[in-house]
């Protein structure tokens, strides 16, 4: 493959059924610059081209059949991988590219695996204050194209038995990106953790954003304490980290 100075590689083993939907069996992400080595990359030689060893994470999937496996492969696939800082060119060429596939080839045949009661402490004894809640958002703006996606993960509150502590949290994060910029992608999160027991209450408030420009990340936090409504210690982070290669 050959590509830009700065690029990475998303590559994806799917299920294709027979009725067009696709299910991803396993991926890998791949920073190219990182092909010979994580602690030194080296830049790509743009118009050069590449071999590439890809070793996907290990899964057990059964496909069956009638349906076909397929490689997919992109230059980006935010919020879970961060794009290069400026659009990326790849060029694969495929005619000699293979995919090994370990195969059971005779499951019937095989001794039935056995396994003894699973051991395991005994679970806390809590009662529900507050439910958990999930949700997760996708929306497109129709006018400017930017993606955006919004999580919040609410654990709720639990009260652990014997001894009263009531436990809570609650994480909040966005993503957004324009779809012909990539210097725009932005993460933002804020979390909140709660302990209280009897006239005691301490909650925390975690703040985090993540940017980048063409040469460095911007890493901004702030963490806020607080014993009951009153605010008891707060402190900001404010970093410039040089990028190299991402």
Wanted: proline share 7%.
């Amino acid at each position: 493959m050959a590509a830009n100075t700065a690029s990475s590689g998303w590559a994806r083993l799917n299920d294709v059924w027979p009725t067009g939907e696709v299910s991803r069996i396993t991926y890998h992400l791949q920073n190219l610059c990182m092909r010979d080595s994580r602690e030194t990359p080296t830049p790509l030689e743009p118009g050069k081209r590449y071999r590439m060893k890809i070793k996907m994470d290990d899964i057990a999937w059964r496909v069956p059949k009638g349906h076909k496996i397929r490689v997919a492969i992109s230059t980006s696939y935010f919020p879970m991988m961060w794009p290069a800082p400026e659009p990326v060119t790849l060029t694969v060429y495929a005619g000699a590219s293979q995919i090994l596939l370990p195969v059971r080839k005779d499951i019937l045949a095989e001794t039935p695996l056995s396994w003894l009661p699973a051991e395991a402490a005994e679970p806390v004894k809590q009662k529900e204050i507050r439910p958990s809640s999930n949700t997760r958002e996708t929306a497109i703006d129709e006018k400017t194209g930017e993606l955006r996606i919004a999580i919040v993960d609410d654990f709720g509150e639990q009260e652990i038995k014997p001894h009263g502590m009531i436990v809570g949290g609650a994480g909040r994060e966005t993503y957004s990106i324009l779809p012909d910029d990539p210097l725009s992608a932005k993460m933002e999160t804020h979390w909140t953790e709660v302990r209280r027991r009897g006239t005691w209450n301490t909650r925390t408030e975690t703040y985090g954003r993540l940017t980048a420009t063409k040469t460095h990340w911007i890493v901004w936090g702030r963490i806020e304490a607080y014993e009951g409504k009153k605010k008891v210690f707060e402190k900001e982070f404010n970093e410039k980290i040089e990028r190299k290669l991402q």
